[in-house]
């Protein structure tokens, strides 16, 4: 299997589009998640080069659920477009490793969580270079409270991100593709623009997953920055903003093309 | 509902026990986790408060093996057995609450990850007061990678670990059951003994959740300072040497009284 950041890297070639469509079938507005996520795909396949389908809505609705999310992942990658599974798992090594085997090759990257440490992300950076999968650790987080711990600050005067972008920088400097972008990336709140500027500094050879555009209070235009290490450097994730719109096809259009024009 | 802290005391008392048995169906040793698991309820019901169902080694089966986590946790309710889902999960808000949603009432406890700080936490909180749940935060964890994240040395001289924990005292605080424990517990390593005595301290109305007896190393009188709040105040997690063991009806009887005569 090709490296994710160099096969990440085609697609928003080919597609003009940096755009993630995040998949969240809130249990309350969607009765089935199956047909519903199976109408978004077909809507904005053309538009987005990924779908994000954030796990906690399928898991909601029990084991079919869960069989809904398998099946939309394949939908998604049958419609030409990559898969991320917005899992946010992190666990000791050998847990680590059965969470990696659940969701790749299901998916083509996933998101963890950092706090447990390097060796709780090694089994699934082990899953991008056995099988050309990519992971985004989770750094700053999109949410008001991301600052409760992410932000506190070091014996060394910076904050926690800071040294958790450290972190990732090394869990991912033997995975790095043909493009020279590794497949670890990292999850950054496109809410704290500031942020997202000296992530990018700290992290030149990781993919950005952007979320918080949208519904959350983003603009594409906070996120300018994080573009500097190419176009595909970058991934701007929204979610209801598009799949809740009137046509989200169009909203997806839209919202690929003005990311595309802010990273040329 | 009641209070799952004054749930968690009645059943200490009445068992002698503060044994949580970890349900770990290891893919490569376990064919079938439905038929396994509940060979292992039957044998310990009688000498464990709890179980403790690693979600990972139910979801790298698919949906199946979700339904079977479904399934064992209603086995073990109906055994008498408390019930922990060990998801560590956390997420923005809306997300979150989708996945207190997913494992509450399933469950009666859940573990969850602090990073991403309050607002992530908070629907967890909310399952506690609506449905008498309980949640369990990482703080410290066993793995020799936790040093990366968790020992931090904050700009107060504390690590970092010493901090979440504070906030784990403050999410808890308005969760306080009639026996003075709080909804709101904590993980921590077994493996770390200084640690664990530490975050007792900051800790004095969290249940204390100890991993890593046994295979991962640590022995119970590691942790005897862990009761220090009382007979129900820490529970003691063991898992491969328990469910792999050639009895384990016999060796979940003797974990458990040793530990119980350590927390009198």
Known sequence: MTHFADRLAAAVERKHSQLVVGLDPFPDRVPDPLAFCRQIVDAVADHAVAVKLQSAFFEVRGADGVRAFEEVCAYAREAGLLVIGDVKRGDIPTTADAYARAFIPLADAVTV????????????????????????????????????????????????????????????????????????????????????????????????????????????????????????????????????????????????????????
Chains 1, 2 share one sequence.
């Open 113 to 264: 969580n950092p706090y447990m440490g390097g060796d709780s992300v090694e089994p699934f950076v082990d899953a991008c270079r056995r099988e050309g999968a990519g992971i985004f650790c989770l750094v700053k987080t999109s949410n008001r409270g991301s600052a409760d711990v992410q932000d506190l600050e070091l014996a060394d005067g910076r904050p926690l991100w800071h040294r958790v972008s450290e972190l990732v920088h090394e869990w991912g400097s033997d995975v790095i593709g043909v493009n020279g972008l590794s497949a670890v990336g990292a999850v950054v709140g496109a809410t704290y623009p500031n942020e997202v500027v000296a992530i990018r500094r700290l992290l030149p050879r990781s993919v950005l997953l952007l979320l918080g555009i949208g519904a959350q209070g983003a603009k594409p235009t906070d996120v300018a920055a994080a573009f500097g290490a190419g176009p595909a450097s970058a991934l701007v994730s929204a979610s209801r903003s598009i799949i809740f719109a009137d046509s989200p096809a169009h909203e997806a259009q839209r919202l690929a093309a003005e990311v595309w024009d802010l990273s040329q």
